[in-house]
């Protein structure tokens, strides 16, 4: 959201897309109950308009689950009183910001020696988390070789090497929080892991890792998958 020197038509087109490409795994998750993913339409939509933008088919799918969570349930009586206020609001037209959101400060709940399985698109990635920036502010991850159809198991990771050599396949990720994580993206395999993927520490002049965030992540560890389909 604080890209300096875009429109706003710009910023849209660079968040929305990798946005919906990370509550995908929510949505089309077979382990998910239909209470769940319609809450996390109705939330999607909802923080879309707040920011400004808009997406037809979020729009439409949300104001749908509106009327599926009152006719399950599922939520308050409150909610159901407000659905009509909600309805229309999301069917209005949202109003682009006219100054740069607060970037609030981030809190990792992940620690060193945790292996997490990252959903990325259809395939599935593990990583090893190293360290943690600041106090506790993101976690630095290193990613194992390969890519899989479903999260993997440790036996499967056992002496796998990094993804890449050199640092290459690590990254500090910014918002890279919670667990379990509300989208479903990312999801434990192991805590208190004595062992990283092998192979990937930094030679001398070598960045130590790559800074990007849970958005930007598909975009920035595509290259060290696309040639790899184990």
């Known amino acids: 959201m604080s890209y300096r020197g875009r429109s706003h038509a710009e910023v849209e087109q660079a968040v929305v897309a990798p946005l919906l490409t990370r509550w995908?795994?929510?949505?089309?998750?077979?382990?998910?109950?239909?209470?769940?993913k319609h809450v996390?339409?109705?939330a999607l939509a909802t923080l879309l308009h707040e920011?400004?933008?808009?997406?037809?088919?979020?729009?439409?799918?949300?104001?749908?689950?509106?009327?599926?969570?009152?006719?399950?349930?599922?939520?308050?009586?409150a909610f159901e009183e407000q659905s009509p206020a909600?309805?229309?609001?999301?069917?209005?037209?949202p109003t682009p910001?006219?100054?740069?959101?607060?970037?609030?400060?981030?809190?990792?709940?992940?620690?060193?020696?945790?292996?997490?399985?990252?959903?990325?698109?259809?395939?599935?990635?593990?990583?090893?988390?190293?360290?943690l920036h600041d106090a506790n502010?993101?976690?630095?991850?290193?990613f194992y070789a390969g890519s899989f159809a479903q999260p993997p198991t440790m036996e499967q990771l056992a002496?796998?090497?990094?993804?890449?050599?050199?640092?290459?396949?690590?990254?500090?990720?910014?918002g890279l929080t919670f667990l379990p994580d509300p989208a479903h993206q990312v999801v434990a395999l192991a805590a208190q892991h004595s062992k990283a993927p092998h192979g990937g520490?930094?030679?001398?002049?070598?960045?130590?890792?790559?800074?990007?965030?849970?958005?930007?992540?598909?975009?920035?560890t595509a290259e060290l998958f696309d040639d790899d389909r184990k």
């Open 51 to 77: 920011y400004g933008f808009h997406d037809g088919a979020v729009t439409a799918r949300a104001l749908a689950s509106v009327d599926e969570l009152n006719r399950q349930v599922v939520l308050s009586v």
């Open 137 to 142: 502010e993101f976690p630095v991850i290193e």
């Open 86 to 93: 909600i309805k229309a609001l999301l069917q209005s037209a």
């Open 40 to 42: 996390g339409r109705v």
């Open 201 to 220: 520490n930094p030679q001398a002049g070598d960045g130590l890792w790559t800074l990007t965030d849970i958005i930007d992540l598909p975009q920035a």
């Open 24 to 36: 995908r795994c929510l949505l089309d998750a077979a382990d998910a109950t239909a209470a769940a």
């Open 97 to 131: 910001l006219t100054r740069r959101p607060r970037i609030p400060r981030t809190v990792t709940f992940l620690r060193p020696g945790d292996v997490v399985t990252i959903q990325l698109g259809d395939r599935f990635h593990a990583a090893f988390v190293h360290e």
């Open 159 to 174: 002496d796998r090497p990094a993804a890449r050599a050199g640092g290459q396949a690590r990254f500090g990720v910014v």
